[in-house]
């Protein structure tokens, strides 16, 4: 990252307070880490950790020693996704590689200690996916938007990295939602897998295993949709978040 401004707004964007624990994904040779340390030690907040998961043993102890002097700042060699998977800190943030994206996302979201605040620079493309609506919805949208809201705060070009990628990037803030209903999550995302698997084949076809699993017919199943408004030949890319939660609570029922 050659563009100070980037980390700048990212770390203002986490708003570091007191009783937070910020975690950072990948934090590299600790661009971004210095600007949430300088972000932290401007609030002048206590009770605040600042927790750096790194794989890589090289570049763990290279910021493990930039950073030695902050008593709030602490580094984990380990894998991102089975540190989130107990669903340590109220805040993330980091810069996604395009491969870790959609797994990461997903193991935050099946969590049931999610974070409160997701800060994450992805690519540009990926980023206009977590935030589609109908008729425009997708199998990435529909997993984070059950829990979060997205709001892509702004783009990051090319040329501020060094050397330049051959996509441009952007950063997304996923605020959590509260009283999610966590008794229908697990048949959500079965739901949501299902649903968009196929995404060309009607809704009602692509659900037929969810229903089968239920032992539902197929005169129940269409009941069913058509009592949560969706119609059988619709297509997944225009169903609304709201309408598969509601079909998802309505199946954990049965």
Known sequence: MVNPEIPDTMAAALEPAAGDTIVEVGPGH??????????????????????????????????????????????????ILRFMKGGSGNKLVGNLPYYLTGHLLRVIGESKRRPELVLVMVQKEVAARMAAKPPRMNRLAAAVQFWAEPQILFEVHKN??????????????????????????????????????????????????????????????????????????????????????DLADKLANI
Do not use: C, H, W
């Open 30 to 79: 600790g661009e971004l880490t210095q600007a949430i340390v300088r972000a932290i030690a401007a609030a002048d907040v206590k009770d605040i950790k600042l927790i750096a998961v790194e794989k890589d043993p090289g570049l763990a102890q290279e910021v493990r020693e930039k950073f030695a002097s902050y008593p709030f700042f602490e580094v984990v060699e380990a894998d």
């Open 160 to 245: 501020d990295f060094d050397p330049p990628p051959e996509v441009d990037s952007a950063v997304v803030l996923l605020t959590a939602k509260k009283n999610i209903n966590e008794r229908s999550s697990g048949i959500f995302y079965e739901m949501v897998r299902a649903v968009f698997a196929q995404p060309r084949k009607t809704v009602f076809n692509n659900l037929r295993s969810v229903f089968g699993k239920k032992k539902m017919s197929a005169d129940a199943s269409l009941k069913l949709l058509a009592v949560v408004g969706i119609d059988p030949g619709a297509r997944p890319q225009d169903l609304s978040i709201e309408t598969i939660a």
